[in-house]
């Protein structure tokens, strides 16, 4: 069922962006994707050992990781194409829209783990990834337009997430 609902979710974000994505100025948007993948490569290296979530392993995709791996490559460039490139002007519709896309990944993780495809842990919930999800999608635009100061409050968050959940990073290697 994983599978199907994977590729599902992956064909969806890549029709998406085909219909609605700014192709054009794929360029602009480019190192907002690569920052949400590298804030994505920070949160799988620091939980390594006490992970808050994480894609659970079926038949084709073994475990977490490749999972992850190929949301990073396939997911996550397609999203941001549409959500970066049809980005409203209006105050108002900016919080819309900012509410449409949390909601809507956060839904997809709710369908994930109603099918056992996605876990919580360390009393991680779906309230928690939906306040995560409005704070992903407003540090995308933030760094999109100030990226300095995205990756300094990123790195607020990431601490405060840590000690927040307690991840013992001291077990690192």
């Not at 968050?157 to 927040?164: M, N, R, T, V, W």
């Amino acid at each position: 069922m994983f599978l199907v609902f994977a590729l599902t979710v992956l064909v969806i974000d890549v029709l998406l962006a085909w219909k609605w994505g700014d192709w054009t100025n794929w360029k602009k948007y480019e190192s907002s994707i690569l920052y949400l993948i590298s804030c994505d490569l920070a949160y799988n290296f620091l939980t390594y050992h006490r992970p808050l979530w994480e894609h659970s392993p079926t038949l084709l995709v073994q475990n977490h990781t490749i999972m992850n791996f190929v949301v990073m490559l396939v997911a996550y460039p397609s999203v941001l194409l549409v959500y970066l490139g049809r980005y409203p002007s209006k105050v108002q519709d900016q919080m819309v829209w900012v509410c449409f896309w949390a909601i809507f990944w956060t839904l997809f993780e709710w369908i994930s783990i109603q099918l056992g495809e996605f876990k919580h842990f360390a009393s991680w919930n779906i309230v928690h990834s939906l306040l995560f999800n409005f704070a992903l999608f407003t540090m995308v635009r933030l760094h999109y337009k100030k990226s300095l100061l995205a990756y300094y409050l990123s790195i607020i968050i990431a601490i405060s997430l840590l000690i927040l959940f307690q991840i013992p990073v001291t077990s690192m290697k």
